[in-house]
Nanobody, 117 residues
Framework: QVQFVESGGGLVQPGGSLRLSCVVS????????MGWYRQAPGKQRELVAVISKGGRENYGDSVKGRFTISRDNAKKTVYLEMNGLNSEHSAVYYC???????????WGQGTQVTVSS
């Protein structure tokens, strides 16, 4: 059974930074495209950043230049480095693992990020 362990969320002051981690087990991690999505109360889930199995990165417009996604295949982990946080970044952040060619799509349980003074 696929398991996600997301960590790194929490309360941070405006202007601060957080690093989210997502460890995924029971899948051939290096064969998956990985991503981070977020959902704020009353809003739809939206793309934050994705990194392909080949290492190509793509970002949502609102986080370009501020967030960085990376992956460590040996550790089966995807990271999201978030800098210059503000209240608009407060949301539940979800890790996603996709394998397009097989129609496989897994989601983590989410980690809360709250930006507040």
């Amino acid at each position: 059974q696929v398991q996600f362990v997301e960590s790194g969320g929490g309360l941070v002051q405006p202007g601060g930074s957080l690093r989210l981690s997502c460890v995924v087990s029971e899948i051939p991690f290096s064969a998956y495209d990985m991503g981070w999505y977020r959902q704020a109360p009353g809003k739809q889930r939206e793309l934050v950043a994705v990194i392909s199995k080949g290492g190509r990165e793509n970002y949502g417009d609102s986080v370009k230049g501020r967030f960085t996604i990376s992956r460590d295949n040996a550790k089966k982990t995807v990271y999201l480095e978030m800098n210059g946080l503000n209240s608009e970044h407060s949301a539940v952040y979800y890790c996603r693992a996709r394998r397009y060619e097989y129609g496989i799509d897994y989601w983590g349980q989410g980690t809360q990020v709250t930006v507040s003074s």
